[in-house]
């Protein structure tokens, strides 16, 4: 007696919408339809490169990981900012499954928008450790407890997907706006105890763009796929900006250098 084949994954078939632009030669964006077969462990990306292997090498689109890690595959699905690799077309049958380039930013081509603001913003909160005093390799590394890593271990969780971006009405008004994911990320190097970097973050937080900016709709916070909660952290942020504002930050006992 034989073993038994192996069951084949059933196939079923969706139609998924892109929008395509191509701000030299189109004059306005359009949606392509396609048909697209399916299997219940593909996800909306996998749709996304059966168009462009099978049916239509020209769709452009970015993507890398494909597990959530890297934050390239960001887009609108149906209306909401997801990471395609972490959204299944089972979930979305029977379609159609429409596909956009995230919301408030400029578009190059296609799925594929422009990230040169964000990283704009990116820079100036100087998203790096900035330590108290200098400190060769031969001193070794600078120790930290559980419970101070756990003071900005959920802002560290960010992978610069822009879902925040484009889920936050401030950015679709302003573009200036600092935007969630730098606060944030200003933020997790704030609370660092091996940091002292606030007098270099400082303009860019107390900046009317800023941590004031912000309105506290919580979109962010919800749209985010690692939990980062942005939100949380720019009120945070807020609450350091207005101690530095009153005088009362320069009181407070100083971060030690570790």
């Not at 339809?33 to 452009?60: A, C, N």
């Not at 299944?88 to 296609?110: A, N």
């Amino acid at each position: 007696m034989t073993d038994a084949a192996p069951a084949v994954p059933a196939t079923r078939t969706i139609t998924i919408e892109c929008l395509r632009y191509h701000p030299q030669t189109d004059a306005a964006p359009r949606f392509q339809r396609w048909e697209v077969p399916f299997t219940d462990d593909m996800s909306v990306l996998q749709g996304l490169q059966y168009i462009k292997d099978h049916l239509d090498g020209s769709l452009t689109f970015r993507w890398s990981c494909r597990m959530a890690i890297c934050g390239s595959c960001g887009h609108m699905v149906n209306g909401e900012p997801a990471l395609s690799c972490h959204t299944f077309l089972r979930d979305l049958f029977p379609g159609p499954v429409r596909v956009e380039p995230l919301e408030h930013f400029p578009i190059l081509r296609d799925l594929v928008v422009d990230q040169t603001g964000f990283l704009e913003h990116l820079a100036a909160v100087k998203p790096y450790l900035v330590p108290p005093q200098a400190r060769s390799l031969a001193d070794g590394p600078r120790p930290q407890t559980p419970a101070q890593m756990a003071r900005y271990y959920s802002q560290s969780q960010c992978i610069n997907c822009l879902l925040c971006y484009a889920a936050c009405p401030q950015f679709g008004l302003d573009p200036g706006f600092t935007g969630p994911a730098a606060l944030a990320l200003m933020h997790r190097y704030n609370a660092d105890s091996r940091d002292a970097g606030w007098p270099v973050r400082r303009e860019a937080a107390n900046a009317e763009q800023g941590v004031w900016g912000c309105t506290l709709v919580g979109a962010c916070s919800q749209v985010c796929p690692k939990g980062v909660d942005p939100a949380h952290a720019i009120n945070q942020n807020k609450l350091t900006s207005a101690l530095d504002y009153t005088g009362i930050l320069r009181l407070l006992p100083r971060k030690k250098a570790s």
